[in-house]
């Protein structure tokens, strides 16, 4: 997108926030005629470049978090049809991969653990097959002999997220959305609704609706009443991307989720030979540090699962904050400040909740209210749940 903003037309929408939620948030609402301008600077940090890109409700499956992957579902079904017309739109490919999933267990427990989830996931009605250890290695054949057994997930697929990030942004801009390089440092009222940005630079940006998609930096974007913005927490990952030799087989087919001594661990492999392992989850506040501790406790259990592992080259280690919410639920569309919207809080599953929160935004931006199926995660929940106060409560109560 452009580094400098067009005179001729004032934007509709201010996307505040360049990560794949408020990109696909520009794209979208580009779609469908609105004016847009996207406001970012780089993050450290920042989520969607660090991500696996797993799309996988069927192998995430957990009791107590069946809304969120009843959405998931619904995004993930979008998948084909969205990347279809993304890579229309940008002339760029997604990195989509439809090769399903394989979820493992190294022992006994962790057979069991898994096999507990079975119900839930008729419940959801995602389709898996169980499968003995060895029907587990003629699938994958450089899985440690003793893996115990696991289950298949055909319709749990994958999607690199770095292109997913570049076919957006070139998505975005043939649609009209212009990008500028800078901080919102706060949104500006007028009255009591919204009135624009004022960027770090100095400048101030109008526009009738601003969203905040900013990932972690959400809730330290200034100008607006007490609780509006809840909280989110950074939730660090720790991962490394690794690489198979030239003209060697692939280690894996598909993506390879697993659970080593209670501890999940997973593989992501590209079409260019790159396999992605991760990931920790670590309650670390801001921090960006790699750790050794952190590192080794990845490929420790990756090693128990695929020993190949080892001997491939560390090509980068990464660092990323997931955005969790007071509920660990998205805060999609209008606020309690007119004009004001939020798309963040996507905690582990930005990646997988693109195309249903693109649409449900979009819908939000050009409607005034969010579609049926993403009205459970409203973002004036979190008013409603402390009684206008948007501070705290029991993410029980909220609705």
């Known amino acids: 997108m452009c580094a400098a903003i067009s005179a001729s037309r004032s934007p509709d929408v201010v996307v505040v926030g360049a990560g794949l939620i408020g990109l696909v948030t520009a794209w979208r609402a580009a779609r469908r005629g609105l004016a847009v301008t996207v406001v970012a600077e780089t993050a450290e940090g920042a989520a969607s470049p660090v991500a696996a890109g797993m799309l996988t409700p069927a192998t995430e499956a957990a009791f107590g978090e069946e809304a969120l992957m009843r959405f998931g579902v619904l995004s993930r ?102 990008g500028v390089r800078d ?68 280690l894996v087919e598909r993506t390879v989720r697993g659970l080593v001594r209670g501890s999940p661990v997973y593989l992501v492999p590209r079409d260019d030979g790159e396999i992605v392992l991760g990931a920790t989850q670590e309650e670390q506040g801001h921090d960006t540090r790699l750790t050794a501790g952190g590192l080794w406790e990845v490929l420790r259990d990756a090693h128990e699962l695929v020993p190949g592992v080892s001997e491939l080259e560390v090509a980068e280690t990464c660092v990323g904050l997931r955005p969790g919410s007071p509920d660990n639920e998205p805060l999609l569309g209008p606020t309690a400040v007119p004009g004001l919207h939020l798309a963040a809080g996507h905690f582990r599953h930005g990646v997988l909740f693109t195309p249903a929160t693109g649409d449900a935004m979009a819908e939000a931006l050009t409607t005034g209210a969010l579609p049926g199926y993403a009205r459970r995660f409203a973002a004036t929940r979190a008013l409603e749940a402390v009684g206008g106060t948007g501070t705290g409560g029991d993410p029980d109560q909220w609705t």
């Not at 008729?122 to 003793?146: I, V, Y």
């Not at 609706?209 to 913005?229: C, E, N």
């Not at 490394?240 to 030799?245: E, M």
Request: hydrophobic content about 40%; proline content about 9%.
């Open 183 to 250: 901080r919102v440092r706060e949104v500006v009222l007028d009255g009591d609704r919204v009135r624009g940005v004022r960027l770090a630079s100095g400048g101030e940006l109008a526009a009738g609706q601003v969203v905040l998609a900013a990932g972690v930096g959400t809730p330290a974007i200034g100008g607006l009443p007490p609780g509006v913005v809840p909280p989110l927490r950074p939730v660090k990952g720790q991962l490394l991307r690794l690489r198979t030799t030239p003209g060697e087989p692939p």
């Open 77 to 178: 079904d979008r998948y084909p049809a969205f990347v279809a017309e993304l890579e229309d739109d940008s002339g760029l490919p997604a990195g989509y991969r439809p090769h399903g999933t394989l979820q493992v267990a190294f022992d006994a427990d962790d057979l069991a653990r898994l096999a507990h989830l079975s119900e839930l996931r008729a419940r959801l009605g995602l389709r898996t097959e169980r499968l003995t250890g060895r029907e587990c290695r003629r699938l994958e054949p450089m899985l440690a002999p003793a893996v115990r057994g696991g289950y298949l997930a055909p319709d749990d697929h994958s999607v690199d997220p770095r292109r997913l990030l570049s076919a957006l942004y070139a998505a975005a801009e043939r649609r009209g959305a212009v």
